[in-house]
């Protein structure tokens, strides 16, 4: 099992920065593919980042591509998303994700691991 719980939403204005974390207890953080998922109200839950589990090859969405960047501490056992030059748009619940496999993909059903999610909101 794994227990994840997210952190660092909030308000941003547009063109501006956050900073979101996601804790990871449980099993051993450094095995599991990790992602970041968002969902605005009515909308499905879409993919944004994911990292394999030596945090090599990061895969982004293409609507965050250049703008957010996806990490990973092992050792603190924590994922980031750095998420810069916001847009209204951008505006959801963030959920942090995890899978045991090396693969990093975007494919929501294949996460066995999620967080409670953590609100962004970006003003225009």
């Known amino acids: 099992q794994v227990q994840l719980v997210e952190s660092g939403g909030g308000l941003a204005q547009a063109g501006g920065s956050l900073s979101l974390s996601c804790a990871a207890s449980?099993?051993?953080?450094?095995?599991?593919?990790m992602a970041w998922f968002r969902q605005a109200p009515g909308k499905e839950r879409e993919f944004v980042a994911a990292?394999?589990?030596?945090?090599?090859?990061?895969y982004y969405a293409d609507s965050v591509k250049g703008r957010f960047t996806i990490s990973r501490d092992n050792v603190k056992n924590t994922l980031y998303l750095q998420m810069n030059s916001l847009k209204p748009d951008d505006s959801a619940v963030y959920y942090c994700?995890?899978?045991?496999?090396?693969?990093?993909?975007?494919?929501?059903?294949?996460?066995?691991?999620w967080g409670q999610g953590t609100q962004v909101t970006v003003s225009s």
């Open positions: 990292v394999s589990w030596i945090g090599g090859n990061p």
């Open positions: 449980g099993r051993t953080f450094s095995t599991y593919t």
């Open positions: 994700a995890a899978r045991l496999s090396p693969a990093s993909t975007p494919q929501e059903h294949l996460y066995d691991y």
